[in-house]
């Protein structure tokens, strides 16, 4: 399917594009990426019959393979196609006259030109390509030029627009309904003003929100300055416009604000200005226009209704060192873990600032040895975690700095790094529609509805129970990991991890005394609580890890929430949601999982990620087929060179039979098995092994019975992922499988069992094979002393449908059957102690078996017989 679309908000010059450019793309379905402006709304209701442009709701992103884009070249103001626009699988191609920005569509290929209009472009395509253009759509590509030029006005327009403009007039086009459809109505001097407005136009960052201020001496009098503060407005899709304009004798102030943005009525109350909220105008006697725009700036800054805190971007806890550490330390620590700059902290109290170039220059002179305290920065500019973000975003641009320390009351709370400030002001960039869409901050939404709706209300309760505890200590608790993806999911996962940042040991021994049992591991700041009813939940301190080498067991050492979220596996793993009664609900997503979630899409979170832990591969392998998700391009390479460079080979063997194990208890174990041996990790761990057809169908069936029969199966623990081992094993010569069970680390009883099976399914299709229905206590007596999981194999990997059914009629009904009779009571009845109880209580098993006794009355005379007999 090719998707044909443009900007939220759709104006003439999209509308014209998108049907310009379907004559291109035949097949094309046109679809506004949101609202459309109200003008172009009534156009299409008028011309119903001729034009149809669907929603995004009605278009399905799965079948989408070709996404082209019109009149826009940012994602941020594509809405919901900005995924397709990512997606590798989809190829894009861009038609756009705007000039760069920060968020580019990436594309395949690209009509990217400076013009008046996006319109002009695709006219001149379709001209040098004699593709034909009915009247109608002459008459919609000249109101799409004529809109975005205003009538052919704006300095942008060029010959380029008269030109196209003059074919389409000589196509057809009726230039008498353009003023019906857009504002054609300015003067030569109302021209004027506005682009003078424009050019003289500025904006900066306050709070968070995206200011214009206008300040100009104009020679003749214009009527209705707030018409044109509403163009400048729109023209930067601006938060709040202050327009000041000196006309004759006086001098007019107009300010414009989107809702909630700033009270324009109070913000020019010293002024007696009159209006509403969001737009309000005085005019005063003629003043000094650009002082009196310093003042009203002045006077704005502190009305803006903040849209972001700092302490709401900020890394917390933050990575410090002490005066009294060398330059080696400090060095060694930065390498660790791939900072560019440290504060220096002493009591908590920042003192300066160390950068990276300081320590090289500091190393290159052989001065490793010396206090950091020598080369430090001390004079460091910092912000309050109270501020808004638009006061970090001025001190970090005007400064030219990286990093900006929070500091609350002289002591260190916190970093903004460049990441955190582009990450809060992105919501800035959003067209104004799909801002009061969007959550504050891009990584950040409320989904409190996630744990009303997601939960069971004893397990919610206990949470928000947690979460009041965490607060009191001033710490902040998260659900994590596979929890909160699940939830995302609508998967049920009662299965909890939680994170604290602050301290986990704190939190948990907290608990003592009270009805929960507590064990705290303190090397790893971690702890498990298990309540009455037996629920555990595993708790942890908000932490990094270094890795000193490929497969090291990881140094840990306690962090923020984002550093922790880091260290996870994949992107949809790498979410928490927060649990404290001041932000619960919050769901905290710094590396795109949502995203990810929406594209199915298993996405590592660096590069080295599978060389620090290698079982990450297998972990996806098992996620991709659970959840019928795919590895991004990219991570498949990842694990893949993984794979080559023999990584796999250096994991411990409780290491690989711990993923291993989850794997092969799986629904999905069969289409894993295949999905790693495509990638080489079976060949990988264990030499020599390629299952083929025969290992699925086993895996299969296994699968299979655990599902139908799971609860008439006899119970075997934890040993039973053996059958599904040997099942994976089973295509394997004698050799292999040798080393494969060395490999895993076995006890002596697991590898009898898995042996047990791998080689004894001849004897069991020999014995059991047979047409003839054989006694039920002839399958008993085969069976009985075979493993479970060897008997399960044996089902599952038999091809001989007599031979499954009857080794599944002893799993499920055969094993179970036992006398009523107990040993008691043949003592009772006169036998003789010691070996003759137990071997008259298998007999009268098989009995029972054989249908020869039903009652309890049946056995009586049966032992009473066998007895009389002498046994």
């Not at 395509?125 to 109101?143: G, Y």
């Not at 006005?153 to 074919?167: D, L, P």
């Not at 107990?822 to 070996?835: A, V």
Request: hydrophobic share 40%; charged share 25%; glycine share 8%.
């Amino acid at each position: 399917m090719k998707l044909i679309t443009t900007h939220v908000g759709a104006d003439f010059d999209s509308l014209a594009s998108m049907v310009a450019v379907r004559k291109l793309y035949r097949e094309g379905t046109l679809c506004f990426s949101g609202a459309a402006s109200r003008n172009v709304r009534d156009f299409l209701k008028r011309h119903a019959g001729r034009l149809r442009v669907t929603t995004p709701r009605k278009v399905s992103l799965e079948e989408v393979d070709t996404l082209i884009v019109v009149d826009a070249r940012s994602l941020g103001r594509i809405g919901p196609f900005a995924a397709l626009a990512r997606d590798p699988r989809v190829k894009v191609h861009l038609f756009d006259h705007h000039p760069p920005v920060s968020d580019e569509i990436p594309s395949d290929y690209a009509l990217v030109e400076t013009a008046g209009s996006t319109t002009t472009l695709l006219v001149e395509l379709l001209l040098e390509r004699h593709v034909p253009i009915s009247p109608f759509e002459a008459t919609l590509f000249t109101l799409g030029i004529y809109e975005d030029t205003g009538a052919l006005t704006f300095g942008a327009t060029g010959e380029r627009e008269y030109a196209a403009a003059a074919a389409l007039r000589r196509l057809g086009a009726d230039l008498s309904v353009i003023p019906t459809w857009i504002e054609l109505a300015f003067t030569l001097l109302e021209r004027e003003l506005l682009d003078r407005m424009m050019e003289a136009a500025y904006e900066r960052f306050l709070s968070g929100s995206r200011v214009v201020f206008c300040a100009l001496e104009f020679p003749q009098y214009v009527e209705g300055i707030s018409l044109f503060a509403h163009r400048l407005r729109d023209a930067f899709d601006a938060d709040v416009v202050v327009a000041v304009v000196s006309m004759d004798r006086r001098t007019y102030i107009t300010v414009r604000s989107r809702e909630g943005a700033v009270d324009a009525v109070r913000l020019l109350a010293r002024f007696q200005g009159g209006g509403t909220p969001p737009g309000a105008a005085v005019a005063l006697p003629r003043t000094d226009p650009t002082e009196l725009l310093q003042a009203l700036e002045k006077d704005l800054e502190g009305a803006l209704t903040p849209v972001v805190e700092v302490g709401r971007i900020m890394s917390s806890p933050v990575m410090a060192v002490a005066p009294d550490q060398t330059v080696e330390e400090a060095y060694r620590l930065m390498i660790r873990y791939g900072h560019a700059a440290l504060p220096v902290v002493q009591e908590e109290r920042l003192v300066g600032l160390i950068t990276r170039k300081d320590l090289d220059k500091a190393q290159l002179h052989g001065l490793g040895a010396v206090p950091v305290v020598e080369f430090m920065t001390e004079s460091v500019l910092t912000v309050s975690s109270r501020a808004p973000v638009g006061e970090a975003h001025r001190i970090m641009v005007s400064a030219n700095i990286g990093r900006l320390p929070v500091v609350d009351q002289e002591t260190l709370v916190g970093i903004v790094t460049r990441t955190d400030l582009l990450r809060a002001l992105y919501p800035v960039s959003l067209p104004p529609g799909e801002r009061a869409l969007s959550p504050g901050l891009p990584w950040m939404e409320n989904r409190a509805d996630l744990l009303e709706k997601g939960l069971d209300p004893g397990l919610r309760d206990r949470l928000r129970a947690l979460g009041r505890v965490a607060q009191g200590q001033g710490a902040r608790l998260f659900g994590i990991g596979g929890f909160v993806r699940d939830l995302l999911l609508g998967r049920p996962n009662q299965d909890v991890d939680l994170v604290v940042e602050g301290d986990a040991v704190a939190f948990l021994e907290s608990f003592k005394g009270s009805d929960v049992r507590v064990s705290v591991h303190r090397r790893y700041r971690t702890g498990t609580l298990v309540f009455p009813e037996g629920q555990k939940i595993d708790v942890a301190t908000a932490r990094r890890e270094f890795y000193e080498y490929p497969v090291a067991p990881p140094t840990v050492s306690s962090d923020s929430l984002k550093h922790d979220l880091y260290r996870r596996d994949f992107s949809v793993n790498a979410m928490a949601l927060s649990l404290n009664p001041a932000t619960w609900g919050e769901l905290v997503d710094y590396f795109g999982g949502r995203v990810d979630l929406e594209r199915r899409l298993l996405r590592v979170l660096h590069n080295l990620s599978f060389v620090e832990d290698p079982t990450r591969v297998l972990r996806g392998v098992r996620l991709e087929r659970r959840l019928r998700f795919h590895m991004g391009d990219d991570t498949e390479k990842l694990a893949r060179n993984c794979v080559r460079g023999g990584l796999l080979s250096l994991l411990s063997g409780p290491r690989l039979r711990s993923e291993l194990e989850l794997i092969l208890l799986e629904p999905e174990a069969a289409s894993m098995a295949v999905r790693l041996r495509d990638l080489g990790v079976l060949e990988g761990v264990f030499p020599g092994l390629r299952p083929g057809d025969r290992t699925q169908r086993t895996l299969r069936r296994l699968a299979a019975f655990r599902k139908r029969m799971g609860r008439d199966l006899p119970d075997s623990g934890s040993d039973r992922w053996l059958a599904a081992l040997g099942a994976l094993l089973g295509e394997g010569s004698g050799w292999v499988q040798r080393n494969a069970l060395d490999r895993l680390s076995l006890s002596a009883r697991e590898r009898c069992w898995v042996e047990r099976g791998l080689e004894g399914l001849g004897a069991a299709e020999s014995f059991l094979g047979t047409r003839a229905d054989p006694p039920l206590s002839s399958i008993y007596g085969f069976l009985r002393d075979a493993p479970v999981p060897a008997a399960l194999l044996w089902a599952a990997a038999t091809e001989q449908w007599r031979v499954r059914r009857r080794i599944l009629l002893y799993l499920t009904r055969l094993f179970r059957v036992e006398p009523m009779l107990t040993g008691r009571d043949l003592l009772e009845m006169g036998c003789p102690k010691g070996p003759w109880v137990g071997r008259l209580l298998g007999d009268l098993r098989g009995a029972r078996l054989d249908g020869e006794v039903e009652t309890l009355e049946d056995e009586r005379a049966w032992a009473i017989r066998r007895l009389g007999e002498g046994g």
